[in-house]
């Protein structure tokens, strides 16, 4: 059979491990049998309910068994998983409901606290339903019944170009952006992290990410599409310690952490190697990485593989790794994002870089090039082009160079250049060149702007002990005097999105007037 869809290799996982366990949320368990029972249940609702192909379907629901039969029951049923986040504030949330125009929106008792704060803001009310065993008014509960969609030729025909699933970013605007991803994206994306990264019935991965961020797609599918077994956490934010203690528990193989938790995970005083015993390989994106964090985490961690991940939503997750045989030292400046693979390619946009010979802006293209943005199409224009040879391509927007031995390195984004004193300065540099300082743990450049022009660059960081002196030293010491930030502010810890990223826009509200 010619398999090119992400539904099929879920199919092939029900049929070669019935009985292996598939989903593990604390001490309970769910097999593959019970998996497809219950997302063939849902599909079949969708369908009887009047689901057609290429309709919305949001799910907006903690980690539970039902929200992963909803996926890959959406998706079976050739309708598009959405994945919200319940925490959303309610006029953004509103926002992207009445831009996604969901067939169905899936809730649970955690979401329902939330939602009716948003249902007042929509212009017209869309059919909600309680996917979980709660039911409180005024939303009822789906009924499942007992008949399901059991075999592969019942399951509406979709194919590689059909959208699989529509994910919600940040737009530079402050209007969400919805990434369209079809089916031949994830499908390429989850056959080679398989092969990769030697995922299989035997191993365990983590499932750590909120939802509505494209990481947890990375977590689910790769595991779950080649017969291993699911740990979900939380998705509330928790302590270093109950991640560790969850993992230990779980057996965690296979881990994808955002560099704020590998962080977290460095500067705890609870990190024991034991807890992450059965380790096998750490995959780590979706920002920068201070080099002093990777070098802590591989010191605490030698029986443990860790690989680097590039690459935007746009793209279905990632389009190259780099692993390292090694720790790398402190002299390294940036962490290469290693080469593009499997038919991915990538090229420097040099246009507005001729006095920078090295760098460019990043284009990808290949199969993994999503389909625009939905409902968007100034920005998927913008975003998106076509090369001489008729080959789709998206444009990052981060400022890259190329070292034919080791690969590419990002060295921040081409939006986060600025023009000072004449200067063209990427806040990237300055950022990565104190990643590089020990004792700061995090750090953000922002610009503060006075009648228009930027009077100053500020520096805002968590780190250990009154180190103002010793990052001036450092800063002198590695960059020009008009890269070296005026004032400096020290923080517990830099302010986080519900991705767990570091929130830039947060942060410039909160420092770039003081």
Request: proline fraction near 6%; aromatic fraction near 10%; glycine fraction near 8%.
């Amino acid at each position: 059979m010619n398999v090119e869809t992400i539904v099929d290799l879920f199919e092939d996982s029900f049929t070669l491990y019935p009985l292996k366990p598939a989903v593990r949320i604390y001490a309970d368990t769910w097999t593959y049998n019970d998996l497809r029972d219950l997302s063939s249940q849902i599909a079949h609702f969708l369908l009887e309910s009047g689901m057609k192909r290429g309709d919305r379907v949001v799910v907006l629901m903690n980690k539970s068994i039902y929200l992963y039969a909803a996926m890959i029951g959406i998706m079976q049923g050739g309708g598009i998983y959405v994945p919200l986040d319940a925490r959303t504030p309610s006029a953004r949330l509103a926002r992207i409901l009445e831009d996604i125009v969901p067939f169905r929106i899936f809730i649970d008792h955690h979401s329902s606290k939330h939602y009716p704060a948003c249902q007042k803001l929509l212009k017209a009310p869309f059919k909600v339903l309680y996917l979980d065993d709660y039911r409180k008014e005024p939303f009822e509960r789906i009924n499942l019944g007992e008949k399901a969609l059991q075999k592969r030729e019942e399951f509406p025909s979709v194919c590689s170009e059909d959208l699989a699933s529509i994910l919600y970013t940040s737009g530079s605007t402050g209007v969400p952006k919805g990434a369209m991803i079809t089916h031949g994206n994830l499908y390429h994306i989850v056959r080679y992290t398989i092969k990769a990264f030697d995922y299989g019935p035997e191993e365990v991965g983590s499932a750590l990410s909120a939802n509505a961020f494209d990481g947890s797609l990375l977590e689910m599918l790769p595991i779950l599409c080649s017969g291993g077994t699911l740990g979900a956490y939380p998705e509330e934010r928790i302590f270093v310690r109950d991640i560790l203690e969850l993992t230990y528990n779980y057996g965690i193989t296979k881990m994808f952490l955002v560099p704020s938790t590998l962080s977290s995970f460095v500067n705890s005083s609870l990190m024991r190697p034991e807890s992450l015993c059965r380790m096998k390989d750490i995959l780590f994106g979706g920002e920068s990485t201070p080099i002093n964090t990777l070098i802590k985490i591989m010191s605490l961690l030698p029986h443990v593989r860790f690989h680097n991940l590039y690459g935007p939503t746009e793209t279905a997750i990632f389009t190259s790794k780099y692993s390292f045989r090694a720790r790398p030292n402190l002299r390294t400046k940036i962490l290469s994002i290693g080469f593009p693979f499997a038919n991915n390619r990538y090229l420097l946009d040099r246009t507005d870089f001729k006095d920078e010979k090295m760098k460019g802006e990043l284009l990808i293209a290949g199969p993994q090039v999503g389909a625009g943005y939905w409902r968007d199409p100034e920005k998927t224009k913008h975003a998106f082009g076509v090369n001489d040879e008729g080959e789709r391509f998206y444009r990052t927007g981060d400022v890259a160079s190329f070292n034919p031995r080791i690969g590419y390195f990002i060295h921040g984004r081409k939006d986060h250049q600025i023009k000072f004193m004449g200067y063209r300065i990427e806040l990237g540099e300055i950022e990565q060149t104190l990643s590089l300082l020990p004792l700061v743990r995090e750090n953000v450049v922002i610009p503060v702007y006075v009648k228009g022009r930027i009077e100053e660059l500020r520096l805002i960081y968590s780190g250990d002990g009154d180190s103002d002196q010793e990052i001036r030293k450092h800063l002198n010491k590695h960059l020009p005097p008009y890269m070296i930030p005026k004032s400096l502010i020290r923080v517990e810890s830099l302010p986080k999105n519900q991705n767990n990223k570091i929130d830039r826009v947060l942060i410039k509200e909160m420092y770039a007037g003081k």
